[in-house]
């Protein structure tokens, strides 16, 4: 995919998240932290490849009230269980922070998702990307 294709990958995957946990995304109001934050892939040996490889971590903020955030994230978790990812993590225990989180993996696309509680009143919504090449692209060999 090409990096517009994966940020509206992306995004429909936030938005889809966000719609399970009955939350709300947040419009972006921080220039400083954009929801698409894209970087080079390296490789194993710490190459860095002129072929336009790529990661994408897209990250978004919905409103959600506190009392709701342990339902919203189990519902996220449980979806995500149907839809074949694997739960790396998962809790709902008031004395760690944050108190609610899920992080799970495609084991065959590879690309993992996150949801936790960041504060009273809003959720964080996470998905990186494996390293990418964009379509047309030439892999670099090393």
């Known amino acids: ?3 517009e294709e994966t940020e509206e990958w992306a995004r429909h995957w936030t938005e889809s998240m966000a719609r399970t946990a009955k939350a709300e995304i947040e419009p972006e109001t921080d220039p400083e932290l954009p929801a ?7 490789g194993v040996n710490g190459e860095s490849a002129d072929d336009g490889r790529f990661t994408l971590r897209y990250s978004v903020r919905a409103k959600l009230a506190k009392s709701q955030h342990a339902a919203g994230i189990r519902a996220i978790r449980d979806t995500l269980k149907q839809k074949g990812f ?8 008031p004395s760690k922070d944050p108190v609610n989180l899920v992080d799970a993996s495609h084991p065959k696309d590879r690309h993992s998702v996150s949801a936790e ?17 964009p379509p047309g692209a030439k892999q670099q060999q090393f």
């Open 117 to 133: 509680d960041l504060n009273e009143e809003l959720i964080v919504l996470i998905v990186s990307t494996p390293c990418l090449l």
């Open 1 to 3: 995919m090409s990096r």
């Open 36 to 42: 698409a934050n894209f970087t080079n892939c390296a």
């Open 86 to 93: 694997e739960i790396q993590g998962y809790r709902s225990d």
